[in-house]
């Protein structure tokens, strides 16, 4: 495979990465409707930073995706566990399968 096309974006992705920045406009709006604490701005920062960076494919985004991709997975985790809501086992199953697509060997080897 040619180097040009090692380098393109995998439909997986553009959606993980899509997903994070709409995981940051929601957490944002949440803010605002002051249902979070404004704290919270810090992390709805650093998911959008993610999402920018994975879709420029750099290591550090990648890194930080797949380390916000997990910590949603636990919270997910948490909020069924303790809030007893099954509505959070569809947000931790899709944060569980966006983990194991970004730990796949063709994912990473894209990065620079």
């Known amino acids: 495979m040619s180097e040009e096309k090692k380098r ?3 439909p ?3 959606a993980i990465a899509i997903w994070m920045l709409l995981l940051a406009v929601l957490g944002l709006v949440s803010v605002t409707m002051h249902k979070l ?3 919270y701005v810090v992390l709805c920062a650093a998911f959008a930073a993610a999402g920018q960076g994975l879709l420029r494919l750099r290591r550090w985004g990648w ?3 797949l380390a ?3 910590l949603s997975a636990m919270y997910g985790m948490w909020m069924l566990v ?3 809501q ?3 086992l569809v ?3 899709l944060n569980l399968v966006f983990f194991l697509y970004l730990v796949r060997p063709e994912v990473r080897d894209r990065l620079r």
């Open 91 to 93: 947000m931790v199953a």
């Open 12 to 14: 997986g992705v553009v």
């Open 37 to 39: 604490p404004l704290v």
């Open 82 to 84: 303790k809030l007893h």
């Open 86 to 88: 099954p509505a959070e």
């Open 63 to 65: 890194a930080m995706t």
């Open 68 to 70: 916000a991709v997990f």
């Open 8 to 10: 393109g974006l995998l």
